[in-house]
């Protein structure tokens, strides 16, 4: 049985890839796949019902140096066929257990509609998450065809991650933060070029989910962005989520490099040492069991930048707690969340008891806390023990609470910070629909708990290709029609509406869109166990 769907799925592949094949063919005598910009001549295709135009794999920026700012985009003679749409960095596939990507791999996939128009079209650029250790741009996973339906181009990115993307050692030679440096490199060269497929270089909306949405929230807190996008949206994700930021990261190479059998914490020793590692051996060092642990992963994220060749280069000068409080870029912004975020993480705990929480909560503590005496914090956990697990299963206790500390707070407080620093208009929204598509949950051991899980929102604005045969069920093509209308109608005016929804913007109290069996505007969700953080936070944070 097993064989025989294995031997279906390889013939539908073949099948699909053929096609792609002939869609790269000027059957109407109109060209409009080929296009000429600076770097040299592309070449797209059709996909498989030519209902959008594909230019894939297209380099915009050489990595020349590890841990270095990526170099100028190459050049070509000749034509370059853009059909490589599933190119990956280097990172861990723990499905097959063994690292896979490449160095080289700062490409981005353009999809336009399938006709060219007198008038630019609209442009979103979507920043995949993954924890910056993991996730793509794959055409496998976001191709993007009920957005292009919509009248607009998508743009969907790789960067750097991991050591590659995030190695900070407080020196020149290992900055830190190249892999969001990676994103800027694709918004230049987005600006640049986009114009050259139809698209408006001045109507640009970034959209990230996870620490997609984090590098949003820093490139919204800066102003060196400025000019390179007009818009944004950030799904699950602000710079307070506490896996996305390292205060000490030295220590964390340190960790890693130990297990490529060095013991230093030296910056410049462990420079070398990751120069001279195979990218394979850093990818597997950097590796490690999950088993009742989320958060072994994190080990390479974003970092204050305390050492640059140009201080024009830094993007990160100060901790998350700190920026979150600047005024920056005066962009119109959707912010919102998932109702159970935390079932990604709780997948990884096996803990039965509430005892066996409590004696482990010290890895469950955000790092945006930090205790002045033991006492502190024993009542933080004695308050968290209580609103989490006193009349909830273990494993649900530890999905509310992963929910909270991981993303509604955190994403609460940039939309708060927001509201005061910006004049222009915040959206909230709250994803509570559960249905198959909920394809991230089911990818977890925690596939039939109800509710939608982490990124789990995805799947109604991309078509990954497990679905590719499968017809939506009514609920969830009007679940889909729903949010492509929203989120395009925001790309192309800053608003997001459609003829039957109003989504009332926030103001200094936080409106949210619920986005389920219902389409309809509520409150603050979850507003006491918020109120623990608040006061948890006004008491504790990192100052």
């Known amino acids: 049985m097993k064989k025989s769907i294995v031997l279906k799925c390889v013939f539908i592949l073949i099948l699909y890839h053929i096609v792609e094949e002939v869609n790269t063919l000027n059957l109407f005598g109109l060209d409009t796949l080929t296009i000429d910009l600076p770097q040299g001549t592309v070449r797209g295709s059709f996909d498989l019902f030519r209902t959008q135009r594909m230019f894939l794999g297209i380099p915009y920026a050489t990595v020349t140096e590890r841990f270095q700012v990526a ?22 596939f723990s499905t097959l257990r063994q690292p896979i990507g490449q160095e080289d791999c700062l490409v981005l996939n353009i999809y336009t509609p399938p006709s060219r128009t007198n008038e630019l079209y609209p442009v979103i650029v979507f920043i995949h998450g993954g924890g910056f250790y993991f996730g793509s741009n794959s055409k496998l996973i976001y191709n993007p065809q009920f957005l292009v339906r919509e009248n607009v181009i998508v743009v969907t990115i790789n960067y750097r991650l991991g050591a590659f993307g995030f190695l900070c050692l407080g020196i020149r030679e290992a900055p830190g933060n190249v892999g969001l440096k990676d994103q800027l490199a694709a918004l230049r060269w987005i600006q640049n070029n986009i114009a050259y497929f139809g698209g408006d270089p001045n109507s640009v909306t970034v959209f990230g989910e996870s620490a997609g949405a984090v590098s ?10 400025e000019g390179l996008f007009h818009r944004a949206i950030m799904d699950s994700g602000s710079v307070l989520m506490p896996q996305d930021f390292k205060y000490n990261p030295i220590e964390s190479a340190s960790t890693v490099a130990t297990r490529l059998g060095y013991n230093t914490l030296d910056p410049n020793e462990l420079l070398q040492i990751f120069r001279n590692s195979t990218a394979s051996d850093i990818v597997e060092a950097s590796y ?14 974003p970092c204050v930048e305390t050492a640059v060749a140009n201080e024009s280069e830094s993007l990160i000068t100060e901790e998350p707690t700190l920026i979150i409080k600047k005024p920056g870029l005066n962009v119109s912004v959707i912010i919102g969340f998932n109702d159970r975020e ?14 066996q929480v409590r004696a482990n909560f010290g890895s469950l503590i955000p790092n945006y806390l930090q205790f002045e005496s033991d006492v502190n914090r024993t009542t933080f956990i004695d308050g968290a023990i209580n609103i989490y697990f006193s009349n909830r299963t273990v494993i649900d206790g530890l999905i509310e609470y992963f929910s909270d500390s991981l993303v509604f707070y955190p994403s609460t407080v940039a939309s708060e910070s927001l509201t005061i620093n910006s004049s222009r208009s915040l959206y909230n929204f709250y994803f509570d629909y559960d249905s198959f598509r909920n394809l991230n949950k089911f990818l977890t051991r925690l596939r039939f708990t109800p509710g939608a899980c982490h990124a789990d929102e995805l799947f109604y604005l991309f078509q990954p290709a497990v679905y590719a045969a499968l017809p939506a069920t009514p609920n969830d093509a009007a679940i889909i029609a729903t949010m492509t209308a929203l989120w395009t109608s925001f790309a192309k005016t800053g608003i997001p509406s459609t003829s039957t929804t109003t989504w009332t913007p926030s ?19 979850n507003q006491q166990r918020m109120e623990f953080w608040r006061e948890t936070y006004e008491k504790y944070g990192r100052k």
Request: with cysteine.
């Open 71 to 92: 170099g100028s985009p190459p050049t070509w003679n000749g034509t370059f066929t853009a059909n490589q749409g599933n190119v990956m960095c280097n990172q861990y």
């Open 216 to 225: 949003i929230n820093y490139f919204l807190l800066t102003n060196s962005t």
């Open 288 to 301: 490690a069991d999950q088993t009742n642990d989320a958060f072994s992963l994190y080990y390479f994220t």
């Open 342 to 355: 935390g079932i990604y993480w709780a997948q990884h705990y096996n803990y039965q008891t509430v005892e």
């Open 507 to 525: 103001n200094q109290q936080l409106e949210f869109l619920e986005i389920g069996n219902e389409i309809q505007m509520i409150p603050l969700p």
